[in-house]
């Protein structure tokens, strides 16, 4: 007895196709993680993608939406010396930095990034960046900082001819942004930054040369900006109006703005000097009444410190002013 094949052939070519989709999909059914066509979907680009060399190594920078985080197995970042890009390392989603170290300076690198999904499926380029790194620049030397009335002053020793500067801050001691503080680079060896009062603030310093894309050398020696060592001047024109009822005290404010009040000590025969007050106000009454000399000294308070004392000595009845 022959067996014939049996051999189905469907009337139109459409029908095949629908079929082989609902194998791929249909034999799926009911398992977790089931292809869709949505999975499919091209992954979103990295964009804004900077770079800037320091301490010879690129760093490379880039934006990519948080939300799309889960979508995509890894960030790929390629590297081209020439013509053509290769894949040299693959990042984490959640990256948005990268330094490659494996650079020779003066020679022209271009870097762009491609998210890959979970799929195998890969976004556009992101934009492309070029880059050309020189050697870095020296260290600035001698940083330093004064304390202004208002302000706080660094300085630092000026470099070779031509270099700029950038400047660093954070409140933590050797961690710090890529971000430096000045809004352009320095062609002056000092930068005026305002006071930080509530705690200790650390600055740093770094050389870089006068180019498209910021080329920067190591940085200075960390400066430790600690307000507890802020100590006010002595105070000027320290001055008394004295009745037998009371005596009036004052003084010229001082020029620091970050003076925090003042402190006033009394001194009475046969004993030593002594806090009666602090005000915040350039100006004190006394009100014990003045029946034998004495003296006074008053000092300008700091966030954490009293500067100098100035005294008054010798007040009575016969020296109504001073």
Known sequence: MMIKAFVFRPAHPTVLVILLLLSVFGSACGKKGAPTLKSYE???EASNVTAFNRENSIYLQWSFPKDKEVTIKHLVILRAVGNDFIRIVETEPQSRRYVDTAIQPEQQYRYKILAESHRGVFSPDSNIITITPHNAPPPPQGASFTVAPASLELKWQAGESG?????YKSTESGQ???IPINSTPLSS??????LTLQKTVYYTVRSLTNTTIR???LPSA????DPAGFVPSPLKAVRFIASDARVFLSWDAPAETWVTGFRIYRKTEGREYSLIAETQIPSFIDSEPLTSERSYR???TGPFREG???EIRGVRLEATEK
């Not at 960390?222 to 900006?225: H, R």
């Open 298 to 300: 008053v000092h300008a």
């Open 189 to 194: 060896p000092s930068y005026t930054d305002a």
């Open 176 to 178: 710090y942004t890529f």
């Open 163 to 167: 270099l700029l500067y950038n400047v």
């Open 308 to 310: 100098p004392g100035v």
């Open 222 to 225: 960390e400066i430790s900006v």
């Open 42 to 44: 091209k992954p979103p």
């Open 215 to 217: 080329n920067e050398g």
